[in-house]
């Protein structure tokens, strides 16, 4: 039972336009969300976040939007760069006491930025 | 300057055979984690310490057992290795347990059992 799906393997995406990820989770209790960027033979490396009293969070380049009633969040990448060619990993965590942090991951989107 | 690092990298080993992964972090963090990506690349959280005490444990086969001797260490021990144990374990640490403190992964551990 997967609580978190990232229905899409794979992006590909001219330099210099907008790349989309895409991101769907089930659990409700779910409160924070964050995005995860992974380069091969290396460990994910923190991108960006958003909690879900808001349903935008902007980090230069790096938007994500959240929309809770679809159980939805997406992450955009404006303009998009061949050094962002990385797996992006959607994660989303339980803000309550209980959770000590647990992070519930998907299982990732390849993009791919040509040049 | 590394800040979480595994050791080793790679990990070839036969069926039955009991193997050691170590991580250690240097940034001070008092929580730290395993996690394992397996063949369908989902990262599934498997333990976490902290203060050298364990918070997560998730339902991991008991042939898996963590050990923290300081803050700054967190080793996996895994007995009688199986064909399924095959994957990438990551470490992770972060400041604290709560939500917002960013967790920094190590570079992973391949682990193939032959």
């Known amino acids: 039972d997967q609580q978190v799906k990232q229905n899409s393997p794979s992006l590909s995406v001219q330099e210099g336009r907008i790349s989309i990820l895409n991101c769907d989770y089930t659990?409700?209790?779910?409160?924070?969300f964050l995005w995860y960027k992974k380069y091969p033979a290396e460990g994910p490396t923190f991108l960006i976040s958003?909690?879900?009293?808001?349903d935008k969070n902007e980090d230069g380049r790096f938007t994500v939007f959240l929309n809770k009633s679809a159980k939805h969040l997406s992450l955009h990448i404006v303009p998009s760069q061949p050094g962002d060619s990385a797996v992006y990993f959607c994660?989303?965590?339980?803000?309550?006491?209980?959770?000590?942090?647990?992070?519930?991951f998907g299982q990732g989107t390849i993009l791919t930025v040509h040049p | 300057d590394t800040a979480v690092s595994q050791t080793p990298k790679y990990l070839v080993t036969q069926m039955g055979n009991d193997k050691s992964i170590k991580c250690e972090q240097n940034?001070?963090?008092?929580?730290m984690y395993w996690y394992k990506q397996d063949s369908k690349k989902f990262l599934k959280i498997m333990f976490s310490?902290?203060?050298?005490?364990?918070?997560i444990n998730e339902t991991v086969p008991n042939r898996f057992s963590p050990k923290s001797p300081d803050k700054a260490h967190l080793n996996l021990h895994i007995n009688s290795l199986e064909l399924g144990d095959s994957a990438v374990y990551f470490c992770?640490?972060?400041?604290?347990?709560?939500?917002?403190?960013?967790?920094?992964f190590g570079p992973g551990t391949r682990l193939t059992v032959t």
């Open positions: 992770a640490s972060s400041h604290g347990t709560h939500v917002g403190y960013e967790q920094y």
């Open positions: 310490y902290n203060n050298k005490e364990l918070i």
């Open positions: 958003i909690s879900s009293i808001k």
């Open positions: 659990n409700s209790m779910f409160d924070y």
């Open positions: 994660a989303a965590s339980e803000a309550g006491g209980t959770s000590y942090g647990k992070l519930t």
């Open positions: 940034l001070g963090h008092d929580t």
